[in-house]
């Protein structure tokens, strides 16, 4: 059993910022590759950001530049630096990691809602 626990979601007015973080517990297999994704209503999920275990980043270009994936020196939790939120980023995050077995596992999800 691998469980992802996500925190940091919550109320914030446009040109704020908010962190989030998701810590993965239950496994001794290593991460290749941890993201976080995104589905406002209406939407489809959508991918915001992933960073591999070599240290390799991507971003949605609605994103970049104010968003910034990172990792611990551990291995086992990713973060999500949000800065300069616009309405737009209002959605249900959800953090994801892929284990080098191949197999997938999703958090709950955490709502992130931003105010104009």
């Known amino acids: 059993q691998v469980q992802l626990v996500e925190s940091g979601g919550g109320l914030v007015q446009a040109g704020g910022s908010l962190r989030l973080s998701c810590v993965a517990y239950g496994s001794r297999l290593s991460i290749g590759v941890m993201g976080w994704h995104r589905q406002a209503p209406g939407k489809q999920r959508e991918l915001v950001a992933s960073?591999?275990?070599?240290?390799?980043?991507n971003y949605a270009d609605s994103v970049k530049g104010r968003f910034t994936i990172s990792a611990d020196n551990a291995m086992n939790t990713v973060y999500l630096q949000m800065s300069s939120l616009k309405p737009e980023d209002t959605a249900v995050y959800y953090c994801?990691?892929?284990?080098?077995?191949?197999?997938?596992?999703w958090g709950q999800g955490t709502q992130v809602t931003v105010s104009s």
């Open positions: 960073i591999t275990s070599g240290g390799s980043t």
């Open positions: 994801k990691m892929t284990f080098f077995s191949g197999r997938d596992y």
